[in-house]
């Protein structure tokens, strides 16, 4: 069974002070590492998709990497608006994903 | 549209009654997935189908159906809903193979 741990559950940044989030996985076979972003009231927003060991993908202020046992999201230089929960997931084979259960990220000015 | 859209934004039922959840996309991904998000738990998949004309379980599918008779539609049915299915509900859709799900602004379910 596919199992996915992220960390911190919440973390309290302020405005340019940068930090990692953590997502530590067990899966049979990965296929894949997805980063999503899910601001208040709103349905999951895809950012990243990891494939193998030493991937690094970068998006403006986050970045991406990936071990073959913990993903971690790099934020540099946060802004307010970064504020979000960030979703790790991973798919193992089948179609589906499983997700962790997220860090909540607030950054204050 | 562009996306997928859910229907309705938010919803109160009484227990016992039955609740069909709307999910349409007009991306016409192959897939389609119904997740269950609790505070503490994290999203979890209820249903999915790879394919118009079939469907599979997730981690939770007691108390729910799901048809799929066409590529854009995917209805969430409750039979009989309890108040444990009070929770937010959101569809999402991905082509076979490439396994990025695109989700959709979510349903409010609270059953009373």
């Known amino acids: 069974e596919d199992q996915v741990t992220q960390s911190p559950e919440a973390l309290r940044l302020q405005e340019g002070e940068s930090s990692s989030l953590n997502c530590s996985y067990t899966v049979s076979g990965l296929r894949g590492l997805f980063w999503y972003r899910q601001d208040p009231g709103k349905g999951p927003e895809f950012l990243f998709t990891l494939y193998s060991a030493g991937e690094e993908k970068e998006k403006e202020r986050l970045k991406a990497t990936l071990t073959k046992k913990e993903s971690f999201l790099h934020i540099t230089a946060p802004k307010p608006e970064d504020s979000a929960t960030y979703l790790c997931?991973?798919?193992?084979?089948?179609?589906?994903?499983?997700f962790g259960k997220g860090t909540m990220l607030l950054v204050s000015p | 549209i562009a996306g997928i859209t859910q229907a309705p934004t938010s919803q109160i039922l009484a227990a016992g009654r039955r609740m069909t959840l709307r999910c349409t996309q007009d991306?016409?991904?192959?897939?389609m997935y119904w997740y269950r998000q609790d505070l503490g738990l994290g999203l979890r998949l209820i249903h999915y189908s790879n394919t118009a004309g079939t469907t599979g379980k997730g981690e939770v599918p007691d108390g729910y159906s799901v048809s799929r008779a066409n590529t854009d539609d995917f209805p969430l049915t409750l039979a009989s809903a309890v108040p444990s299915q009070t929770s937010v509900y959101f569809c999402?859709?991905?082509?076979?193979?490439?396994?990025?799900?695109?989700f959709g602004p979510g349903t409010r379910l609270t059953v009373l």
């Open positions: 997931a991973v798919n193992s084979g089948y179609s589906t994903l499983t």
């Open positions: 999402a859709s991905s082509s076979i193979g490439s396994n990025e799900q695109f």
């Open positions: 991306m016409r991904h192959n897939a």
